[in-house]
């Protein structure tokens, strides 16, 4: 399994960016992300089909999770960006969708991380 993570940069607080995640399969797709000193944690999940997701609530109301099945690829669009986001996110992927997976032991898969900083 192989999942490739794009789009991540520096951004002014305010501003958007939007995160790719490309799989070599159909999955759950999600993002975890890590501050520096911080523990991995979790951003937000979607099914494989699309009909379901959860949003951490840090995020929640600012991020929204999408994919587009033909593509292979997860999104992670987020918007209102505050310096608190400024870490490196990690796309992840399980078989099967859990609204509570949450934990970074409960996702088999992982790309390597994307950059996301946030200047105030």
């Known amino acids: 399994v192989q999942l490739q993570a794009s789009g991540g940069g520096l951004v002014q607080a305010g501003g958007s960016l939007r995160l790719s995640c490309v799989a070599s399969g159909r999955y759950v797709m999600g993002w975890f992300r890590q501050a520096p000193g911080k523990e991995r944690e979790f951003v937000a999940a979607?099914?494989?089909?699309?009909?379901?997701?959860h949003i951490a609530d840090s995020v929640k109301g600012r991020f929204t999770i999408s994919r587009d099945n033909a593509k292979y690829t997860a999104y992670l669009q987020m918007n209102a960006l505050k310096p608190e986001d400024t870490a490196v996110y990690f796309c992840?992927?399980?078989?099967?969708?859990?609204?509570?997976?949450?934990?970074?032991?409960?996702?088999?898969?992982w790309g390597q991380g994307t950059q996301v900083t946030v200047s105030s």
């Open positions: 992840v992927g399980r078989k099967f969708y859990s609204d509570d997976a949450v934990r970074v032991d409960e996702y088999d898969y």
């Open positions: 979607i099914s494989i089909s699309g009909g379901s997701f």
